[in-house]
């Protein structure tokens, strides 16, 4: 059997990169999935995916979309099951260039839109017996990287928000969750210049950036029974950029 038959998720940030390529793994592996995202180009990967999938326009820092895109999963599949906080925004700047109102724009993004997530989500979890969130940090969350002072410090955050979450939701049967993404060929590293992407690439053990979906087999399988388990855990898919 698949390994998330009959499971329901919502992927925020799904449209494009990373989240695109977790819905079309979990759509593979039996699952149905909502793709939310604040770009209309979700709406062209849910009808790739068919009938196992839907499209929501969705701002996670925003709680009232929150309430609307939890509404429309339980109207659409009857149960929610499986949250996956992927959303994120990346605007490298040193500590002296960033100003505060674009650290806050990273804090909503990157942040404030996973607390909002997991709280939208408990309680129809527990109405479906438990379920698996899995939070989206970055290596960024686990080592201090210059010129990333914003981005850097809402993965930190993420980290510790999971690692609550997971403790206070472990009663429901919720299991939360964090991966921790290096250098990943998406949309979102146009942040950085070309030869800054060369030069981390160099710099990682298995000297390569990775492919999106390498990410989601890491998602795809905390998501799933076979991580029953697992809560509360750090995986690093990094290639050992973060020791």
């Known amino acids: 059997m698949a390994r998330?038959?009959?499971?329901?998720?919502i992927i925020t940030g799904a449209a494009s990169g990373q989240g695109a390529a977790e819905a079309r793994l979990f759509v593979a592996e039996g699952a149905q999935v909502v793709i939310a995202d604040i770009q209309e180009a979700g709406a062209q990967v849910a009808a790739e995916l068919g009938e196992a999938a839907f499209f929501v326009k969705h701002d996670v820092a925003d709680q009232g979309s929150w309430e609307r895109v939890v509404?429309?999963?339980?109207?659409r599949f009857g149960r929610l099951?499986?949250?996956i906080n992927n959303a994120a925004m990346f605007?490298?700047?040193?500590?002296?260039?960033?100003?505060?109102?674009?650290?806050d724009k990273q804090y909503r993004v990157n942040q404030l839109g996973v607390?909002?997530?997991?709280?939208?989500?408990?309680e129809p979890m527990k109405s479906s017996g438990g379920g698996s969130i899995v939070n989206i940090s970055s290596v960024s969350g686990l080592r201090a990287l210059p010129g990333q002072f914003a981005y850097s410090s809402t993965k930190w955050a993420v980290r510790g928000m999971t690692g609550c979450a997971a403790v206070e939701l472990a009663s429901?049967?919720?299991?939360?969750?964090?991966?921790?993404?290096?250098?990943?060929?998406?949309?979102?590293l146009a942040g950085n210049s070309p030869e800054t992407n060369a030069f981390y690439a160099k710099m990682v053990p298995l000297g390569r950036m990775a492919k999106p979906g390498e990410v989601a087999e890491a998602v795809a399988f905390l998501a799933s029974d076979a991580a029953s388990y697992m809560t509360g855990a750090e995986v690093a898919v990094d290639?050992?950029?973060?020791l």
């Open 115 to 122: 607390f909002l997530g997991m709280r939208a989500v408990v």
């Open 81 to 83: 099951d499986i949250l």
């Open 4 to 9: 998330l038959e009959g499971k329901v998720a």
């Open 91 to 103: 605007d490298p700047k040193p500590l002296m260039q960033t100003e505060p109102a674009e650290l």
């Open 239 to 242: 290639a050992g950029a973060r």
């Open 71 to 75: 509404a429309e999963t339980l109207g």
């Open 172 to 188: 429901f049967g919720i299991r939360v969750n964090t991966v921790f993404p290096g250098l990943i060929d998406t949309p979102m």
